[in-house]
């Protein structure tokens, strides 16, 4: 398991975390917030259980759609503390792990990172002069406790109503790739986008208001 060290000088008094992730964009939203961070590819397969038999131990609420953003973002950051106490990671003894899961929902279903630009496409049409739901889970384990707090941030997004030739123009760009919902609200996306209602740094991939009241919590060291 590979780490990668984010220390901003500015913020050499801050207490180092890990960070059980290795998005570009949650990378970004601690880099503004200057904390430094560990970055780690959380050792875990992101799957729903089939049935609450399933569930791993030490996650004790039912899987609704409302909540398995924060249910995955709870499993990565377990797994990501079981790695590291396994000796699977070598890193310094950073106390807090914070893990965080998007899921964007219309009516409903989950679209997750699209496959091909056909199908990113069609969940442009989806989105298309419509609003649809954005939930992120955030999950801040403590390896001297051996606890962790949890919650989701839901966000609505409306789309304006998209041309054929803005969405063939999108697609083209690329820029849907490994972006789930087929969409990256800090890139050039945003111009489609008529209104927001909830956590801009949600929709992103990491809820500052929520992570920022869950290091208070946690007595994170400012």
């Not at 984010?6 to 200057?34: C, D, F, M, V, Y």
């Not at 038999?53 to 249910?71: C, D, N």
């Not at 419509?130 to 966000?155: L, W």
Request: aromatic letters at 10%.
């Amino acid at each position: 398991m590979g780490t990668e060290n984010r220390q901003n000088k500015k913020s050499a008094a801050g207490e180092p975390i890990i960070l059980a992730s290795t998005s570009p964009r949650r990378k970004e939203i601690l880099e503004q917030l200057h904390i430094p961070f560990f970055s780690i590819a959380p050792p875990c397969d992101e799957k729903i259980p089939a049935s609450n038999k399933e569930i791993p131990a030490g996650i004790t609420y039912l899987i609704g759609i409302k909540k398995r953003a924060e249910y995955l973002a709870i499993l990565k950051a377990l797994s990501t503390a079981k790695a590291i106490e396994d000796g699977a990671c070598d890193i310094q003894k950073a106390r807090l792990i914070v893990a965080a899961d998007t899921l964007i929902v219309f009516r409903g279903k989950i679209y997750e990172k699209p496959k091909t630009k056909e199908e990113a496409l069609s969940f442009l049409s989806t989105f298309s002069g419509k609003t649809h739901k954005v939930y992120t889970g955030i999950a801040v384990y403590n390896r001297e406790t051996q606890t962790y707090i949890s919650c989701t941030s839901v966000s609505r997004v409306r789309f304006a109503r998209l041309s054929e030739e803005e969405k063939e123009c999108y697609i083209e760009s690329n820029e849907w790739c490994d972006a789930a919902g087929a969409y990256k609200i800090q890139g050039t996306a945003q111009r489609f986008i008529k209104r927001i209602a909830g956590s801009y740094s949600s929709i992103m991939g990491l809820p500052i208001f929520e992570f920022y009241e869950i290091l208070k919590r946690s007595g994170y060291r400012f």
